[in-house]
């Protein structure tokens, strides 16, 4: 069985307590915060295991190499503390079980894989794929299984994980480019944090489209736009790729603008936020990231996750402001997709 690796003795000795004086869904000071998360690790009730509405936040605000999430989403489902009624979590796991169709293109070394996102599937045409394509993998035997931990549910992914690397393992594939950002939080920090072992480099899409832009520099044009960043909480998973939002977006010409929810402080997209802990705070959530995407102009709103893009899409335009795929922004810069209007 694999064991969550969490340093008690970090917290100990932890000079901020980040991880809940940054939350944004609690109030807790440097004191409280840090005694919480220890009565945690002991395995004590604490108000954070019924407070916490999963934002993942905490898993980027440690600096010193623990994982406050998993351990609070461990201790959750030790305690029967369910973050939704077990008739959706259950529908929600029955999705991600593998029934044997995955579906593979002509796997290389290196390969695409779409996780279990067919939307991923259309946005992959064109230059910016082509010295990978059509080396991809996509299904249910390519799944993270990372959104069970908005469920409390850590056994789920221990069970289904480790026959995922084993899948990829059996490919003999050296790279994986993830095309959604939670697989490759899946690879790079959960993983890991069990003591699973990742027989491949993942690379997380952004890396790999930074990359592909600048082989392309001779064809790109200055898009000239100001645009929001729609962070996803998978993002908090793989924090050290978040550079990449200002690097690619620096290089093909688009401004962006500097607004209240932005980086440790982005706000997600509020769809789980809605269907586990209820519309009200969805609603505030949604308001507050819109507002502030309005208010400081922005032309287009860039998404990084699709499961975002489709919760939001509508909402966004609905102030004006163009939604789209960060893929779609830089086929843009390239020329291979026209600028967009509002409809
Ligand atoms: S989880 Fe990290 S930030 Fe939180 S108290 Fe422990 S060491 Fe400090
Ligand atoms: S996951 Fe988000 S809401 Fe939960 S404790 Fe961490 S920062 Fe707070």
Redesign the pocket.
């Known amino acids: 069985m694999y064991t969550l690796q969490f340093d008690i003795n970090?917290?100990k000795t932890?000079p901020?307590?980040?991880?809940?004086v940054k939350c944004q869904f609690m109030s807790l000071d440097k004191t409280e915060?840090?005694k919480e998360?220890i009565k945690i690790a002991e395995g004590k009730d604490s108000p954070v295991l019924h407070d916490c509405v999963t934002c993942y936040g905490?898993e980027e605000?440690?600096?010193?190499g623990?994982h406050?999430f998993y351990l609070i989403t461990e201790q959750r489902q030790a305690k029967g503390i369910l973050t939704a009624p077990r008739a959706i979590t259950r529908q929600w796991i029955n999705i991600g079980e593998p029934r044997g169709k995955a579906r593979l293109g002509q796997v290389k070394g290196k390969v695409l894989s779409f996780g279990f996102m067919p939307e991923l599937l259309q946005l992959v045409r064109g230059r910016l794929f082509e010295d990978v394509m059509p080396s991809y993998v996509f299904g249910q035997e390519f799944f993270c299984n990372v959104v069970y931990i908005h469920f409390s549910n850590t056994s789920i992914i221990k069970e289904r994980l480790p026959q995922v690397l084993e899948n990829f393992r059996k490919l003999g594939v050296k790279e994986v480019v993830c095309m959604h950002d939670e697989c490759y939080g899946a690879f790079a920090s959960l993983a890991p944090a069990y003591g699973m072992e990742v027989p491949f480099r993942p690379i997380h899409y952004f890396e790999y489209l930074y990359g592909r832009l600048h082989d392309l520099a001779k064809e790109l044009r200055p898009l000239r736009i100001k645009a929001a960043y729609q962070r996803p909480c998978s993002s908090r998973l793989s924090h050290d790729t978040h550079h990449f939002v200002r690097d690619i977006l620096s290089i093909i010409g688009v401004e962006l603008v500097e607004r209240a929810y932005q980086d440790e402080n982005a706000l997600c997209c509020g769809d789980i936020l809605g269907m586990n802990y209820g519309y009200e705070l969805k609603n505030d959530v949604q308001s507050r990231n819109l507002d502030d995407m309005a208010e400081h102009d922005a032309e287009y709103c860039v998404f990084n996750c699709s499961a975002c893009q489709n919760v939001l899409a509508t909402k966004v335009a609905k102030r004006g402001i163009k939604p789209i795929h960060m893929i779609d922004l830089c086929k843009m810069a390239i020329g291979e997709k026209p600028s967009m209007e509002v409809s």
């Open positions: 970090h917290c932890c901020t307590g980040d991880c809940l915060a840090i998360m905490c605000y440690c600096k010193r623990n406050p």
